[in-house]
Structure formats: structure tokens, C-alpha cells
T-cell receptor, first 113, second 115 residues
Framework: AQSVSQHNHHVILSEAASLELGCNYS??????LFWYVQYPGQHLQLLLK??????LVKGIKGFEAEFIKSKFSFNLRKPSVQWSDTAEYFC???????????FGTGTRLKVLA | NAGVTQTPKFQVLKTGQSMTLQCAQD?????MSWYRQDPGMGLRLIHY???????DQGEVPNGYNVSRSTTEDFPLRLLSAAPSQTSVYFC??????????????FGPGTRLTVT
């Protein structure tokens, strides 16, 4: 079955620390990849997306993600986190040619000031 | 464009009551979907629609009904609310970006509590 794994369920960092959140998926075909962020009490917002081309994708607020096809991974990174990055982060996969989105279970990030 | 709108934002129901969560989009998207979000479980697909008059079940459809009479609206009905349906509900609509690729836009969510 198609699935998305986010192995880090909770991450606590101090401000200015570097961030890497893992995302792995199981699907053999072509995929489109997304990272969403959900700030406390708010709805999901798109951070960045990958459809094709350069596997290193830059998004909003200094986030980036790298698609490594051989590892079925799409990890999210930020060189220096801020207190305002405290949120829940979701990885999602859309198998090409389908409407379907498969979400990971999310990673709660807490940044200490 | 208002994007995807949902009403109400909050709702408390008693077990056995029924209600309808409203969802509307003004982007003329064919594809719409309903998710529920529960702690530690991410977003799970309840029902989806690929166009007016066409709906299908997602991963967790039991206890929910949908209909799609227009492109704009996709209401979700809880037939007889149960405490297990306490959740945050998100509606989304999808835009075809390029051949076979879709980008989803989410509404603000409805927080439902069933007592």
C-alpha cells in the first residue's frame, strides 16, 4: 500500500539550530511531493512543492527540501530555525496522474526561544 | 478569490445528532475532498468528488455522507454523530497543474466536538 512516513513525531530545537525533518514514501511510480505547515490553531499552508526538475526545492520562510529519488525521500531543511517556526509539519505525496494525496502523520516542531 | 471556505469554524454536537459541514470553493476546481485530522494520524481522506454529481469514498467514509450538486459546493453530512467523530475537518479543492499533477488548496477547517 502507498504510504508516507515521517519518523520524527516530535522535535524540540533551540533558536538558530538547524532543522531536518525526514519524509519517506512508498510508491514506485512518478510522484509530486509537498510539505505543508500548520501553525497552532490554523489551517494547512503550503511550504513548498516538487513536481519535476531540480530536486532541491526552495519554499517560503527559508525552508528547502531535497528529493532523492533513489531513497524515496523528500526531507525538509532549514539552516536556522526561529521561535515562530513552532508548528506541525506534514509531508504529502501525490502519485502523478491521480487526484490522491497521501499524508504523513506529521512532525510537531517546538522551537525554544 | 475567497479560495476554499468552510462553515462553521467550531461545532459541538451531542451523540446521535446530525449536521452538515459546509465547504465551498470559487476557483472552478473539479476535484474536492474532505479530510479529518486527528493527533498522531495526519490527515485521512473521508470522501472525494471528481466533479458535480460524482463522489467516492476515501479511507474513512463510515458515518459520513457527501453530495456534489454543483462545482462550487461539497457538503459533508454526519448522519448520527459519535464521539469518535470528534476531530478537525478540512475541505480541499485541487487544481490540475500539468498533465496528471494536482495541487491542493485547503480550507480553514471545522473543529467538531461530539459529547
Amino acid at each position: 500500500a502507498q504510504s508516507v512516513s515521517q519518523h520524527n513525531h516530535h522535535v524540540i530545537l533551540s533558536e538558530a539550530a538547524s532543522l531536518e525533518l525526514g519524509c519517506n514514501y512508498s510508491y514506485g511510480g512518478t510522484v509530486n511531493l509537498f510539505w505543508y505547515v500548520q501553525y497552532p490553531g490554523q489551517h494547512l499552508q503550503l511550504l513548498l512543492k516538487y513536481f519535476s526538475g531540480d530536486p532541491l526545492v526552495k519554499g517560503i520562510k527559508g525552508f528547502e527540501a531535497e528529493f532523492i529519488k533513489s531513497k524515496f525521500s523528500f526531507n525538509l531543511r532549514k539552516p536556522s530555525v526561529q521561535w515562530s517556526d513552532t508548528a506541525e509539519y506534514f509531508c504529502a505525496v501525490n502519485p502523478s496522474g491521480t487526484y490522491k494525496y497521501i499524508f504523513g502523520t506529521g512532525t510537531r516542531l517546538k522551537v525554544l526561544a | 478569490n475567497a479560495g476554499v471556505t468552510q462553515t462553521p469554524k467550531f461545532q459541538v454536537l451531542k451523540t446521535g445528532q446530525s449536521m452538515t459541514l459546509q465547504c465551498a470553493q470559487d476557483m472552478n476546481h473539479e476535484y474536492m475532498s474532505w479530510y479529518r485530522q486527528d493527533p498522531g494520524m495526519g490527515l485521512r481522506l473521508i470522501h472525494y468528488s471528481v466533479g458535480a454529481g460524482i463522489t467516492d469514498q476515501g479511507e474513512v467514509p463510515n458515518g459520513y455522507n457527501v453530495s456534489r450538486s454543483t462545482t462550487e459546493d461539497f457538503p459533508l453530512r454526519l448522519l448520527s454523530a459519535a464521539p469518535s467523530q470528534t476531530s478537525v475537518y478540512f475541505c480541499a479543492s485541487s487544481e490540475l497543474i500539468r498533465g496528471g499533477s494536482y495541487e491542493q488548496y485547503f480550507g480553514p477547517g471545522t473543529r467538531l466536538t461530539v459529547t
